[in-house]
């Protein structure tokens, strides 16, 4: 079993959710709901994986919060 870490964004004009691992190119989904997207991003990255090994263009560090005046 692998894992692999996504970023989760919602669109604010459709209200869908957006999700993608970072630095790897095609592997992204959306979905109405939360369980939907985790099902589709699901769904990619095995039909990815298909293709052997993923090469990540960067590598996923984390999420900085930066406070401005």
């Known amino acids: 079993m692998r ?3 996504v970023v989760v964004e ?3 004009s459709t ?3 957006v999700g993608y691992v970072p630095g790897w190119p095609g592997a992204h989904s959306q979905a109405e709901s939360l369980d ?3 099902a589709n991003l699901r769904e990619v990255i095995e039909m ?3 293709d052997g090994d993923p090469h ?3 590598e996923f560090i984390g999420v ?3 406070r401005v005046a």
């Open 56 to 58: 990540f263009d960067s």
């Open 48 to 50: 990815l994986l298909e």
């Open 36 to 38: 939907e997207l985790q």
């Open 3 to 5: 894992s692999f870490d």
């Open 10 to 12: 919602q669109d604010p």
């Open 15 to 17: 209200r869908l959710y």
């Open 64 to 66: 900085q919060r930066v």
